[in-house]
T-cell receptor, first 113, second 116 residues
């Protein structure tokens, strides 16, 4: 089945710096790659997603890049703010007709003021 | 409109007891997911329902775990003969899109299960 690896597991940056989180996947037919943000005590929320026919997508301070050849995709957060502190999860949807999403292990991002 | 609602929010039970967790998805959402999240860890897929299709049960860890969904509404996740390693937050999510056109999942706040 699909295997998703996420790195780093923890990331600490100064306010205003950029943060990058990377995920690799195993199924070359995977076609949908969302990123979720989880704040303490809450369920994850979608922050950005990308489909396999696009190489990059940007939404204000957040961007996602996809390299299908290398089977990895990355989340980029620029001008980080303390409220960006949370756990971030990547996820992968495989090529089958099932809607199953496989999540990475998560990255705890701390933005220091 | 209301989001995904899960109950109970917290459940403490004794080892060996059965528990039932409930999920009310967003109205009209055909896809429903259950995930398990152990403390400080990622989301572990358990089961996926899409409309009237047969559910994808490939993530259920043992035959003590089962889930049902009535049509496109409420779902219950049942854990029989609970064990301490079942302690986790159980997250439910629903989506208006599924199958090969999977889109945004809307998560509830989870049911925290503690098995003593």
């Amino acid at each position: 089945g699909e295997n998703v690896e996420q790195h780093p597991s923890t990331l600490s940056v100064q306010e205003g710096d950029s943060a990058v989180i990377k995920c690799t996947y195993s199924d070359s037919a995977s076609n949908y790659f969302p990123w979720y943000k989880q704040e303490l005590g809450k369920g994850p929320q979608l922050i950005i997603d990308i489909r396999s026919n696009v190489g990059e997508k940007k939404d204000q301070r957040i961007a996602v890049t996809l390299n299908k050849t290398a089977k990895h995709f990355s989340l980029h957060i620029t001008e980080t703010q303390p409220e960006d502190s949370a756990v971030y999860f990547c996820a992968v949807h495989g090529s089958s007709n099932t809607g199953k999403l496989i999540f990475g292990q998560g990255t705890t991002l701390q933005v220091k003021p | 409109g209301a989001g995904v609602s899960q109950s109970p929010s917290n459940k403490v039970t004794e080892k060996g007891k059965d528990v039932e967790l409930r999920c009310d998805p967003i109205s009209g959402h055909t896809a429903l997911y259950w995930y398990r999240q152990r403390l400080g860890q990622g989301l572990e897929f358990l089961i996926y329902f899409q409309g009237n299709s047969a559910p994808d049960k490939s993530g259920l860890p043992s035959d003590r775990f089962s889930a049902e969904r009535t049509g496109e509404s409420v779902s219950t996740l049942t854990i029989q003969r609970t064990q301490q390693e079942d302690s986790a937050v159980y997250l439910c999510a629903s989506s208006s899109r599924g199958g090969g056109n999977t889109g945004e999942l809307f998560f509830g706040e989870g049911s925290r299960l503690t098995v003593l």
